[in-house]
């Protein structure tokens, strides 16, 4: 045992790190779901978005700072970090004010097209080459999300469409996250984008003062609903620093289909917390998606490998 152990490589040996990071990730994230849904009951959507990105930028600006992280750049690049930062505003406006209504574990499985949409906005904006393949699994994606979506729409109506927004108006956010990425230090494209999304938010709440709309008309809230505002500012401030630190460990090839954890990890605090559990056929939807993106996965690292 301790002679394989000696032969395993450095690159392998942070490989492993990686792996561990991102599953650590996908336990954790669906936990700020699960306090922005408990917010829900009192606070609306928008409010919870904007205590997310106010305290995404309050515990990460320090360390921009300490890190020296903030510099100069073109004003074309300014424009699309607050674009970046206001469609991750708007996503997650969409899946809180869906979680309001819907199982956490439904909401995320709908949400797992966007690894679909990203690749068909690929295609279009950035002229990626997508074979007939892929584009056929990007179909049966779809056809899955549709079974998990179908009892819940015949419920909820166009509500149960909802994290079909989050996943569109993600799937652009990662568009430009690929364009900033080889020339911005993560920890300040975070804090670009919580300052941004913190604004967008703001500006939406003012407007929707005293409208009584359920998803824009800002409340004071309790201290135990404050206090699941600040869970959710630092659960997803913390969570996708793993997914930071695990992408530098490990390629996106390996990390990419560990995501689909997310759905298991949502399913076990949706029964334990809500008492929610998927029937069946959402579980069939559930299948397809992830076998349609699996098979994205490997199509793309085998290509990566030619």
Not at 4 to 20: C, M, R
Not at 301 to 306: A, D, I, M, P, V
């Amino acid at each position: 045992m301790n002679k394989l152990a000696d032969q395993s490589s450095p690159a392998d040996n942070q490989t492993v790190k990686g792996v561990i990071l991102f599953i650590a990730f996908a336990a954790y994230a669906p936990a700020i779901d699960v306090f922005g849904k408990l917010a829900t009951e009192e606070v609306p959507a928008a409010e919870i978005t904007f205590a997310r990105f106010l305290l995404q930028t309050i515990l990460l600006a320090p360390i921009v700072f300490c890190r020296r992280a903030f510099t100069a750049m073109p004003a074309r690049d300014l424009v699309m970090h607050a674009t970046r930062g206001i469609l991750m505003a708007i996503a997650t406006v969409f899946f809180f004010a869906a979680l309001k209504h819907m199982p956490i574990a439904d909401a995320i499985s709908i949400f797992f097209v966007e690894p679909f949409l990203l690749i068909l906005l690929g295609a279009w904006l950035l002229g990626e080459k997508v074979g007939w393949r892929r584009y056929a699994a990007c179909a049966v994606g779809f056809i899955g999300a549709l079974i998990v979506i179908q009892p819940s729409y015949e419920e909820l109506g166009w509500t149960a469409a909802l994290p079909l927004g989050t996943a569109l108006t993600f799937a652009f956010y990662m568009i430009l996250t690929r364009h900033l990425a080889p020339r911005s230090d993560p920890f300040a494209m975070q804090t670009y984008a919580g300052i941004a999304g913190a604004v967008f938010m703001g500006i939406v709440l003012w407007v929707g003062e005293g409208t009584g709309d359920a998803t824009f008309d800002p409340v004071w809230p309790s201290p135990y609903y404050m206090g699941l505002l600040l869970g959710v500012g630092v659960i997803a401030t913390s969570s996708h620093l793993l997914i930071v630190f695990a992408s530098r460990f490990s390629p996106a090839s390996v990390l990419a289909p560990l995501q689909y954890l997310e759905i298991v990890a949502a399913t076990i605090y949706g029964y334990f917390i809500f008492g929610d559990f998927m029937s069946a056929d959402k579980w069939i939807g559930v299948a397809i998606i992830i076998g349609s993106g699996l098979f994205i996965f490997w199509r793309e690292r085998k290509l990566s490998q030619t």
